[in-house]
């Protein structure tokens, strides 16, 4: 029977969501991959075990994540079950729904029949009573904001999610949708967005300063650009990547580029990966990083990357620099 680390909050560094009372840890574990049906139960265990035994107290998960759809909520409620259920109360369990889950009109996007029939298959799946936070994935063009905001204050009030958050929105809907959730009274704490050096989205599109401004969290997923952000790619592209055959996702530039900052990572005494992850936590607006992991030690080193999170005026000149198209 798993027995948590009892030096396991000595290390982590923990913030708040914006002007919340929540805390994350500055870390996160996300369950977007390797937590499916095709990967090992077992190496899930033991990354679960890894990440909380070093204060990752927040898994991140979402309806559709596997494959197969669900099957990343029905792995870790089994964890749960047998494993972590007296852990309940230290950990940060979110969920989202958004994205396509089942067939028909009432399986997608934003309506109110979708949020909350996801809610309830979510919780069923994980087998727990409530998540700490529900999210809309991604902005609806088709359905009134009035009604998605709605459904997420109603998760809150039926006791089935603690805090709602926003997941892929950009910087003009998220104030709609904050003074909405405002009228309603309902805890929203965070936003979840990709962001990472190679991309900037939310800087552009007004995400980042608004959260600021407005007193709400940032989580970060794909810190790593999907891998490229690593060693991975230094020394040429493996023969077994898939952008060996599609040269859209990097380029020779690229690679220059990423050698170019893998040579300031080790100025800095980092390697690429533990840089990258620090360059999202160096102003205190991005709450926590969402990291993937296939084994337990990828864990373990994408941690040192809270080593060292200060940038001088200058290094981040030349990442911005670098990362340039």
Known sequence: MYKASEKRYETMEYFHCGHSGLMLPAISLGFWHNFGDTSSFENMKEMCFTAFDHGITHFDL????GPDAGSAEKNLG???????LSYRDELILSTKAGYDMWSGPYGNWGSRKYLLASLDQSLLRMNIDYVDIFYHHRMDPDTPLEETMGALEQAVRSG?????????YDGPT???AVEILNQLHCPFVINQNRYSIFDRTIEQNGL??????LGKG???FSPLAQGILTDRYLHGI???????????FLTEKGLNQIRALNELAAKRGQTLAEMS???????????????GASRPAQILDNLKAMQNCSFSPEELQLIDNLSKD
């Open 218 to 220: 940032i989580i970060a």
């Open 238 to 248: 493996p023969e077994d990547s898939r952008i060996k055959t599609d040269g859209r």
């Open 174 to 176: 998220l104030e709609k």
């Open 208 to 213: 980042k300063e608004t959260s600021r401004k």
């Open 277 to 291: 992850l620090a360059w999202i936590l160096r102003d205190g607006v991005v709450t926590s990083v969402l990291i």
């Open 160 to 168: 089935k999610a603690l805090y709602a958050g926003l997941s892929n």
């Open 78 to 84: 089994l964890i749960l079950k047998d494993q972590l």
């Open 62 to 65: 979402a309806n559709n994540y």
